[in-house]
């Protein structure tokens, strides 16, 4: 007699769980990829759109550098040089280069085709190399910003005329001009060197990037020390009571107020009420140092907290205050985790740009800023202005704009992590 | 450049208190017949500090309160001397008067007037940046004087800097409440100032928002309706659409990542995930405006659907795109938290991975997620830039994801940024907006800690 029958299995039944599990591990799997696949599409289309930004368009022209017309006196000092009128040079190369263009209009789309302040290339050109008075050179002028987007192939041949910002004449002359490899592209130096500007060919990010590190330079400076003794406070001194669960409570709910609101804030406390100048560096720093102050205070607290009690009690043991506790042992243990908090949270800073649209940093500002009191704009502020231009050269200006502020947030993780690596302890 | 060199002059008197202080010392220490109660650097940051903390507090206030003194100085010379000019009137030439002393563009022509206004606030601002910094250093150096003066052998340094310093930290740790008490203030009474022009049941209950007032009397402008309906019905269905790409996309990575994935996957995939984290909301909103929109129009048209170039679809989908790793790293901690005994009595029953998963792990999560989904959910509230730059502007009242909404931060940003009078219904509407949805973001924020704290009391 069998004690125990053969226990009966349903085959079918186990086929339908192991074919629910499979399924089931795989739309985790699908999930994972969905949101990895989707990274790689972000940073596909703005590398796409973006890498030609970091070349211009130049149209090699010969340029006749009259003695008369440059410099009549013949001193050759740079400021007499600096004075002529290089436009009108200018013009007449093009105009040699094309005597077919006669109307006014014709004459207008040819001026057209290189950019508004190719004049001062011209310039920048004969102020480096004066010997080029008096004779014929050629020199690399920049073109437009509609030719360089018809050279890097955005502006197709194809489309109708009245819907094509290059018209079909100056598609003529421009294919003369790659006919007789006149047209050649550069790096892009402009990019990096200049500041905003109306013009797409014109516009840089050296103004925005130094606006952005002005405002970072408030921010740290006012959010480090605070969101660290805070921390301090918080983790080593603060007696438990009402009050320091108040302000407990208080951090971790200003940690997810949405970032306008701290705009608002500033817009109605540090503009209207203290009268601190609009558009400037030290506005916009105090905004995001009250908006990263409780992620510094978070990150500080968990490192300090990572600090073995034994430490505090072998420091107390010898006779150390607390203070002397706390500032000589605990805090120097908790430095490197302090530090990559704090990183992450000025590389989020560093990414915000609604709080800065409310406190007036979306100004067009065509100069460099020199000082915190000066009205400036911010990198992710530029993406936003170029982002909302109509030109198409400033799509890849955008694009490329953005490549260099993730580039920038790159380096920071990265340092954040690394200082993770080496530095912390596991206890 | 004024104030940094007044700055740095402070930096060097304090850091030659400090060596003063500590020289002090060690010089009584040399022939004191008993030894000193502190240890050197002590004395040396007990001078430091009554060198440099009165005259920087006092900087600090001079930088905060003196351009809006200057400014009220200016406007009272000017309503005393024109009793006929009108309070707006008055602003902008302050403003003017402002402008032109730091070189700016200015909206008048120079006169004498306007030149001499200019003269004299620029007078002043010399005048009491020089009178402050006259006091700031003779602060600091009778600072310097009077604590080198107070050191002696007994003299309890330590105590009296750790005093010093406890009452710094205690400070700093206020600055978060004081942020907070901000927030409240300042827009509760440009709130109250809106709401005595528009009535709060409109502002709530309104069908119609269009917040262009008329400037002038003649001109044709809006009716200026401040009906906020829309707007919420827009932030809705935006956040909604979000949830609905977020929440099993997030959740279900991170099942797999936590339950399913090897070490290798995971090193792989967990970065990639903070990456997308890491992204500025300013590229995603780039994204959705110029990739994903068309995408979704071109699309549209196949299927001879009309899609808005601003619909909420796209918006809502790269919102969500955004949200993604806030879920799945959130949900991940709650999962991780479930005890390994009830994993290991549902596989002791027989039961597969994904029944241990949906049958046991996640009822047990449950509050959890939720909570977590809430944070998320107050996240896409807030969050500004993805709708500037991809949802529209139009107020429409609508559930039709194809069309264009919009929502409570974008009109934030619309109403506030550009110059406006600061007193009109049109810009304290904008502080209405972001008084709602302060208390929106912190109600969800506060029912969604407390339901995760709750949990997990449950299982620790």
């Not at chain 1, 489309?159 to 100056?170: F, L, S």
């Not at chain 2, 009077?146 to 400070?171: C, F, G, Q």
């Not at chain 2, 009906?227 to 949830?243: C, E, H, N, R």
Request: aromatic share 8%; with cysteine; glycine share 6%.
């Amino acid at each position: 007699m069998e004690l125990n029958p053969p226990l009966e299995i349903d085959k079918a039944l186990l086929k339908r769980r192991n074919a629910a599990e499979t399924r089931f591990k795989l739309y985790g799997l699908a999930a994972v990829l969905t949101a990895v696949l989707v990274l790689g599409l972000l940073l596909t289309s703005i590398i796409s759109k973006g890498y030609t930004a970091f070349e211009q368009t130049y149209i090699l022209l010969d340029v006749r550098l009259d003695q008369a017309t440059i410099d009549p006196k013949g001193t050759g000092r740079q400021e007499d040089l600096a004075a002529a009128s290089y436009r009108g040079i200018l013009r007449d190369a093009l105009r040699e280069q094309f005597p077919e263009a006669e109307s006014r209009n014709e004459k207008r789309s040819l001026y057209g085709l290189v950019g508004s302040a190719a004049e001062y290339d011209l310039r920048n050109a004969v102020l480096q190399n004066p010997k080029l008075v008096g004779t014929t050179a050629t020199i690399a002028i920049k073109a437009s910003d509609d030719v360089d987007s018809y050279i890097k192939g955005f502006i197709s041949r194809d489309v109708v005329q009245a819907d094509r910002k290059v018209k079909d004449q100056e598609l003529g002359w421009l294919d003369t001009l790659e006919a007789d490899d006149r047209i050649i592209t550069k790096f892009n130096v402009d990019f990096f060197t200049q500041a905003d500007s109306r013009e797409p060919e014109e516009a840089g990010i050296l103004g925005a990037v130094i606006g952005s590190l002005y405002t970072l330079a408030i921010t740290l400076a006012l959010c480090f020390p605070v969101g660290v003794l805070t921390a301090i406070y918080l983790e080593e001194f603060a007696p438990r009571n009402r009050w320091t669960d108040i302000i407990e409570v208080n951090i971790n709910n200003l940690a997810a107020v949405p970032s306008i609101v701290f705009g608002l804030l500033g817009l109605a406390i540090f503009l209207n009420f203290f009268g601190l100048p609009r558009s400037a560096p030290i506005v916009g720093g105090m905004v995001l140092a009250l908006m990263t102050l409780p992620t510094i205070i978070i990150a500080s607290r968990a490192a300090l907290k990572a600090v073995p009690p034994s430490i505090r009690e072998a420091a107390l043991g010898m006779g150390a205050s607390r203070m002397q506790t706390v500032f000589h042992h605990v805090f120097p243990l908790a430095m490197p985790g302090i530090l990559t908090g704090t990183i992450l949270g000025m590389a989020q800073a560093l990414g915000e740009t609604a709080p800065l649209l409310m406190i007036g940093m979306v100004a067009f500002i065509a100069d460099i800023p020199g000082s915190i009191n000066d009205a400036a704009t911010v990198l992710p502020v530029q993406i936003f202005l170029w982002a909302d231009s109509p030109e198409r050269g400033f799509v890849e200006k955008t694009s490329a704009a953005i490549m260099v502020l993730l580039a920038f947030l790159v380096v920071m993780n990265a340092i954040a992590v690394l200082l993770r690596k080496r530095f912390e302890r596991r206890w | 450049m004024e104030q940094l060199a007044l700055f740095f002059a402070l930096i060097f008197l304090i850091i030659l208190g400090y060596i003063l202080g500590k020289g002090r010392a060690v010089a009584l220490s040399g022939h004191a017949y008993h030894p000193l109660h502190s240890r050197l650097p002590y004395y040396g940051l007990y001078t430091a500090i009554w060198c440099g903390l009165p005259s920087l507090l006092l900087m600090a206030g001079w930088m905060a309160f003196e351009p809006a003194i200057a400014e009220a100085i200016v406007s009272s010379k000017l309503s005393a001397s024109n009793q006929d000019l009108t309070s707006d009137q008055i602003t902008l030439y302050v403003n003017d008067v402002i402008n032109l002393a730091s070189g700016g563009i200015i909206s008048r022509e120079v006169n004498s007037d306007l030149q001499a206004a200019t003269d004299s606030y620029i007078f002043f601002r010399q005048t009491s940046y020089f009178a402050m910094a006259v006091v700031a250093i003779s602060l600091s150096l009778a600072g310097l004087f009077s604590s080198l003066k107070t050191i002696n052998p007994d003299l309890r340094a330590r105590n009296k800097v750790e005093k010093i310093i406890s009452i710094v930290m205690m400070v700093c740790s206020t600055i978060a409440i004081l942020t907070t008490v901000g927030i409240v203030f300042s827009l509760i009474f440009e709130t109250l100032r809106f709401f005595n022009k528009v009535p709060l049941s409109e502002f709530l209950f309104g069908l119609h928002w269009s917040p262009q007032t008329a400037l002038r009397e003649d001109q044709i402008g809006g009716s200026g309706s401040f009906g906020a309906v829309p707007l919420f019905a827009g932030t809705m269905l935006i956040t909604f659409i979000s949830m609905i790409v977020a929440v099993p996309v997030g959740l279900m990575s991170a099942i797999y990542m936590s339950e399913y994935a090897g070490k290798k996957f995971r090193a792989f995939a967990k970065p990639l995930l903070e990456i997308l984290a890491g992204i500025p909301t300013v590229v995603y909103g780039f994204f959705a405006a110029l990739t994903v929109a068309p995408f979704f129009r071109n699309s549209g048209e196949l299927f001879g659907l009309s899609v808005s170039s601003e619909s909420a679809l796209a918006a809502g989908m790269v919102m969500g795109i955004m949200i993604i790793p806030f879920i799945s790293s959130l949900s991940d901690d709650v999962m991780n938290s479930v005890p390994q005994s009830l994993r290991d009595a549902s596989y002791a029953m027989g039961a597969t991975k994904s029944e241990t998963i949906t049958k046991v792990i996640l009822p047990a999560a449950l509050p959890g997620i939720v909570g977590a989904v809430l944070l998320a959910m107050s996240r896409a509230i807030g969050e500004t830039m993805i709708v500037v730059m991809a949802a529209g502007l139009a107020a429409n009242l609508t559930a039709n994801p194809l069309e264009a909404v919009t929502t409570v931060t974008v009109q934030i940003v619309t109403l506030l940024v550009g110059d406006q009078e600061f007193d009109s219904a049109k810009t304290l509407a904008a502080f209405a907006l972001g008084l709602l949805l302060f208390i929106v973001t912190l109600a969800m924020n506060v029912v969604a800690l407390k339901v995760v704290r709750k949990y997990r009391e449950k299982y620790d």
